[in-house]
């Protein structure tokens, strides 16, 4: 575990870097996450992540560079967390302590992740953290495992 991990607020800059992680073809595949264009990726973060107070969004940075980011939001009554890191990142036990420090910080319980069913990575990760399945919800014709972080985790 030699990699220096830490989180920060999200600079400018980051968001070249989040926008050429999300369509990364493998990170589509795997999250079954559709994309967005240059506009549009750069609106959504100005006005719902960056531009909205009840988003808590920190950039994940390991060894200096940006690696990837996680926010937690709300959905009506439900706090979620997500996250997206660079696949150089990937299998090198980064996202465990990433989500680790994010979970120190983010202190709401319960707190809901609904990674795709077939992102076996990304469900064992939250699961190695606390999260327990409560159940499969689907977004469209996709299957999604909704899971919960519970208030005594």
Do not use: C, K
């Not at 967005?36 to 808590?56: K, Q, S, T, Y």
């Amino acid at each position: 575990m030699g990699d220096e991990v830490q989180l920060r607020a999200v600079e400018q800059t980051d968001l070249e870097t989040f926008f050429a992680q999300e369509h990364d073809p493998e990170a589509v595949r795997r999250s079954l996450f559709a994309p967005r264009d240059r506009e549009v990726f750069m609106n959504h973060w100005a006005r719902n992540i960056l531009g909205d107070p009840a988003v808590f969004v920190r950039t994940a940075v390991v060894n200096g560079d940006p690696a990837g980011h996680v926010v937690a939001w709300w959905e009506a009554d439900r706090r979620f967390v997500g996250y997206w890191f660079g696949r150089q990142y990937w299998g090198r036990g980064l996202g465990t302590r990433i989500l680790t420090l994010f979970l120190r910080e983010e202190r709401t319980r319960p707190l809901h992740a609904d990674p795709f069913a077939g992102n076996t990575g990304s469900v064992r990760l939250l699961e190695r953290l606390g999260f327990r399945r409560s159940q499969t919800v689907r977004h469209g014709e996709n299957a999604h495992i909704m899971l919960v972080l519970d208030a005594d985790t």
